[in-house]
């Protein structure tokens, strides 16, 4: 195969940051693993809108569509709160999505031990969690029409849809339960068939492709109860399948409950392409922090962990995605902290930076 | 005045037991402090798709409209789950809550002292704390049209709509600042703006009614983040508004973090009747617990603190809802608990009709 190509856009905020630390593990692997990638750096969100006047420029667009892998870092931010929607840094990320098709988006919500603590939950709750939310990226109310805002009587009307076809539940659906069959055959779909026809017609086609994985125990819940039961006792899951909108909630929600949010890596994935390699973009879980933007606090994990997702989903290099993991483990056991994994203890901080070198070192 | 009148709708699963006990409370206040109501007991859910064929009959619909408030138990069961969607328990809840237009569903998160070691959270984080959700309830997806499963192009495609006039939205985002006056003074606003037009519509008529309240600190987050933050740090809310579907999700997460689900009470209120009180119905957060149905073991205090919700918002008896109140503090206090008030710890629960007594016997 020819050396694979990645898109890397840093976004806004902390992204080029923490993208930067990517960096320096993928020059890393280049030169000692004989790992090199050939590499594009380009614009996105409030990045690509000051340059270009769009979130995402149709040249991105192409070449995101011909590269192996996309690294994401993250986008928005207050600067860019009273542009008009069509043109806000979401809508570079929302359109990278749909234009990808990058139905699958696994979100990892696992808590690491040296962090248990940092959890707003009791550590019997949390310590040693690892479940995996899945949720649909390409469709529900994020891209339904119509939508929009109209008038009608006299007053104004905001107007969203939700929209699934049993193709887009079956196609997440399958990559669920493939997905549960390599952990630990659990999955649980969430919706809410007891108000929306569109749950019902979710729960309906997931149980349909259950019926070829007997292996894997399906159970549904409703969406309210569901982020009730991440609250009370996340660790009752394995693997969660749900929708574009519910998951955006849940996934949150439950990356916050590990207290690892600086930590959580994501990989939004699509159909094969020619070369086998399934289409796919990698980010961190967390957004774009303009509270702490260029300072250098944020913690690079998550982006750093987003690249590791990339080596096993995308590069079929699972021994070094482990190597890597295993280099942040053991930077973490040694007590290195950015500044989200301290706590009021008053202990120093190492930067951004800091700690990126710190894991190339551990590699 | 008249004697108020009451409309009670039991329901489904413990919904009966935890009413009975309310009952109890109601006869107290006619034969101790000359409080007396005309009472009508109705079906309402499953136990009305039994006798009906239908969840809530228009007879009942009809009483529901001209009563003073309508007290409910829960709806729902496993026995209905194959059933038609029109007529599920749900649809019951729904119609009464649409065709009342009970707008403004008022969920007080809080936090019973003695209950503050049940959270999943943290001592710190929960002990103390007393939240309150606003949560829209008659519009948003729950209701908007176009909604169905049709075929398109050979496959079938579930349909929800979320709509939301202006003036919806202000009519909930009014009693929410009222709220906020009455209490600490600020309200956070919780919407997809940066995804959902309708989150766009939302915020700015939010921020609108908002400049009628200038002593009220107004902030807006996305629901995911809110998600996140009611995980984090609870205590950093007062009032909380949200639409329907967001409001689903984010109280019942609320109200689990809170450790104190069998306890939670809520109100929905509409526009003032003739006679000055608002169109009301009142019922716990919590559901309708099939698992534990039949077996006394279920816990009535959320009934009864919807009932005193109901002394206080309907019926303009403030004192005597404290009363109430602290009567069920001193049960909690003395030990008292059903059985989901214990830990582990192997101490005897009371019955549901024992704890009604208590609360009584402490009246
Ligand atoms: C930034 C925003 C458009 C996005 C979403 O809502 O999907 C984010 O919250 C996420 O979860 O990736
Ligand atoms: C029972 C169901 C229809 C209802 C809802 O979704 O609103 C319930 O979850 C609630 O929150 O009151």
Redesign the interface.
């Known amino acids: 195969m020819s050396t694979p190509s990645l898109l890397i856009l840093p976004g806004d905020g902390i992204g080029p940051e923490v993208m930067a630390e990517v960096v320096k593990i993928i020059d890393w692997y280049g030169e000692n693993r004989g790992l090199t990638f050939d590499v594009t750096m380009d614009l996105v969100g409030g990045a690509a809108y000051d340059a270009h006047g769009v979130p995402l420029s149709d040249e991105t667009m192409a070449k995101a569509q011909e590269v192996d892998a996309v690294l994401l870092g993250a986008v ?1 931010g207050p600067k860019y709160d009273t542009l008009d ?1 069509s043109v ?1 840094p ?1 809508r570079g990320l ?1 359109r990278l999505r749909k234009e990808m098709d990058l139905f699958a988006n696994l979100r990892p919500a696992q808590c690491f031990d040296a962090l248990a603590d940092f959890s ?3 550590k019997d ?1 949390v310590a040693g969690l690892d479940i995996m939310i899945v949720r649909e990226l390409t469709s529900g ?2 891209f ?1 029409e119509p ?3 109209i008038t ?1 009587n006299n ?13 887009e539940i079956e196609r997440v659906a399958r990559s669920s339960f493939e997905l549960a069959m390599r952990r630990n055959r659990k999955l649980c779909s969430m919706e ?1 068939a ?9 729960r309906e086609v997931v149980t349909e492709v259950g019926k070829d994985y007997p292996d894997v125990a399906l159970s549904h819940m409703y ?3 569901g ?7 996340p660790k009752q899951f394995d693997v969660i399948v749900t929708d574009n ?2 998951g ?3 996934s ?2 439950a ?3 590990t207290g690892s ?1 600086g930590m959580l890596p994501s990989a939004s994935l699509g159909a094969p392409m020619a070369n086998g390699r399934p289409k796919a973009m990698y980010e961190p879980v967390h ?1 774009s922090a303009p509270d702490i933007a260029g300072q250098g606090k944020a913690n690079p994990i998550a982006c750093i962990l987003s690249f590791a997702m990339a080596l096993r989903y995308s590069f079929d290099e699972g021994e070094e995605a482990t190597r890597l993991e295993k280099a942040i483990e053991k930077v973490l056991a040694d007590g290195v902290r950015t500044a989200d994994l301290l706590g009021e203890e008053g202990a120093t901080p190492v930067s951004t930076s800091e700690m990126g070198d710190k894991i190339v070192a551990a590699l």
């Not at 007891?194 to 979710?202: H, Q, R, T």
């Not at 982020?227 to 009370?232: E, G, K, V």
């Open positions: 928005g929607f806000k979401e929302l707003s939950l009791k709750v109310i994020y339904g939508r929009g805002i009608e007053e104004r009307v905001g107007i969203n849809t939700q929209r699934y076809t049993e193709s809410k007891n108000v929306m026809e569109s749950g019902i017609l979710w969406a309210d109860a982020a009730m039961q991440l609250c009370r006792w909108l519910f955006d909630l849940l949150d929600a990356a916050m409950l949010l957004g």
